[in-house]
């Protein structure tokens, strides 16, 4: 139980290495220029054809597979890939763990209250938690899907390793 616990903070604490699946241009102009928020939201509105009310940062894997899955819009389960890029980053800063991330949001919802569809109430519950989380020291927070995905709330807070072919890893872009 101790070397869980123990385990459990350093991931908690130290730079760590996820992945970004994306189109082929927008992995160049990660290379080239950064994550940017401009995009945010750009795959969810592709996949439901209408903007999703989404927590405002930038997504990531924890597996490779996945982040090649994203890389191609038109693909539907991981080993499909058709294109794209993956982009490996370094994230600097703490992750928050999905059931504290939950916590803040249940506690912003009983305060400023709003239904299940309102997108306004739900645009001002997801900038209060960020701003909670990020004072509380956390680059963002992790969600237990399967397999994991990390939203980083500041590009700032991601150092590009390098960007691959979504299609053969061993092609940088």
């Known amino acids: 139980m101790k070397l869980l616990l123990e385990n459990w903070r350093k991931y908690l604490k130290e730079s760590q290495t996820f992945y970004h699946g994306t189109s082929d241009e927008a992995g160049q102009s990660i290379i080239q220029n950064g994550f940017s928020l401009s995009?945010?939201?750009?795959r969810q509105k592709a996949l439901h054809g209408k903007e999703v009310v989404e927590i405002g940062g930038v997504y990531l894997t924890t597996d490779k597979e996945w982040a090649k899955w994203y890389a191609g819009p038109d693909n539907t389960k991981p080993g499909m890939n058709r294109g794209g890029a993956v982009v490996e980053v370094e994230v600097?800063?703490?992750?928050?763990?999905?059931?504290?991330?939950?916590?803040?949001k249940r506690e912003i919802s009983q305060k400023i209250g709003g239904g299940l569809y309102d997108d306004e109430k739900n645009r001002q519950k997801?900038?209060?938690?960020?701003?909670?989380?990020?004072?509380?020291?956390?680059?963002?927070?992790?969600?237990?899907?399967?397999?994991?995905?990390?939203?980083?709330?500041?590009?700032?807070?991601l150092k590009v390793i390098r960007?691959?072919?979504?299609?053969?890893?061993?092609?940088?872009?």
């Open 92 to 104: 600097d800063g703490k992750i928050m763990p999905e059931k504290d991330w939950w916590g803040i």
């Open 163 to 173: 960007a691959f072919s979504a299609d053969d890893p061993e092609v940088e872009l």
């Open 39 to 42: 995009n945010a939201g750009a």
């Open 126 to 157: 997801n900038e209060e938690a960020i701003s909670q989380a990020k004072e509380m020291g956390y680059a963002g927070f992790q969600e237990n899907t399967d397999p994991n995905e990390i939203v980083i709330f500041d590009p700032q807070n």
